[in-house]
């Protein structure tokens, strides 16, 4: 089984969104809807901001990684009690267990860490372990080769279009969550106008059908998915029916 980590494991992208903000802030620099950011790497939303703030991504980054830091240290980050009922269930069945996310291994490191659950993933592939991060199918590809199991033997969970479209791309079976966000592109484009800045206008997935999965309890299900056939600019087009995911913006 293979997790993604932020909004399925753990609800760290509010932490992860305060801490790009109060960065940005600190130049100067409005982020605008962090739900645009949504699976994207860190690497990314630095080379993007960096330019208007006048400063290096990489110091850019450093100045949201201190803001993260803090916050975790403060706080502490709870993991979904369904994300443990599942690993659980994967420890049972003595199931491989790999955590494949697009943050930067420091960052991965450091929410695991606080959400106690570090110890617990046999491999752990982040941004830094691929040249292309997902919705590319590398870092899950790169996951099932560490753990020793073919592609289509793996079943990965995932909250947002870009990670779904990763795990299908790797030729994997894929389990979307959905945590209660938006429902539609034309959800997406009204809650935007009324909550401009909250996570709540995001790409991850909401659905409205539910399927069982065991292990997990209390979360929507979309969908379970098949493994996808088509290339993988066919599959991030068409990964997921327009009415079930919010598509991220390009």
């Known amino acids: ?6 909004g ?3 609800d760290s992208e509010p932490m992860s969104e ?14 605008g809807d962090f739900a645009d950011w949504v699976g994207k790497t860190d690497q990314e939303m630095a080379i993007h901001f960096a330019a208007e703030a006048g400063i290096s991504p990489s110091r850019l980054t450093s100045l949201m990684g201190e803001r993260l830091l803090e916050i975790l240290e403060d706080e502490g980050v709870q993991p979904f009690p369904d994300a443990l009922a599942a690993l659980d269930a994967a420890e049972r069945s003595r199931l491989g267990i790999a955590v494949v996310s697009n943050s930067e291994r420091w960052r991965l490191d450091a929410i695991l860490a606080a959400a106690g659950i570090k110890d617990r993933f046999q491999v752990v592939v982040s941004s830094d372990d691929a040249s292309r991060p997902k919705p590319h199918p590398d870092m899950y590809l790169l996951a099932a080769r560490r753990l020793g199991v073919e592609p289509m033997r793996c079943l990965v969970i995932e909250d947002s279009p870009i990670g779904v479209s990763a795990g299908r791309a790797a030729g994997m079976r894929v389990v979307a969550v959905a945590r209660g966000l938006v429902a539609s592109p034309t959800r997406r484009r009204s809650s935007r106008r009324s909550t401009r800045g909250s996570t709540d206008g995001g790409s991850r997935l909401n659905g409205s059908t539910s399927a069982t999965f065991p292990g997990v309890r209390r979360t929507k299900i979309v969908a379970t998915l098949g493994p996808a056939t088509d290339s993988y600019e066919r599959v991030r087009a068409t990964s997921m029916p327009a009415s079930t995911i919010a598509r991220t913006r390009s």
């Open 1 to 6: 089984m293979l997790f993604d980590c932020d």
């Open 8 to 10: 399925v494991l753990v």
């Open 18 to 31: 305060r801490a790009w903000r109060a960065a940005l802030e600190d130049v100067g620099v409005d982020m």
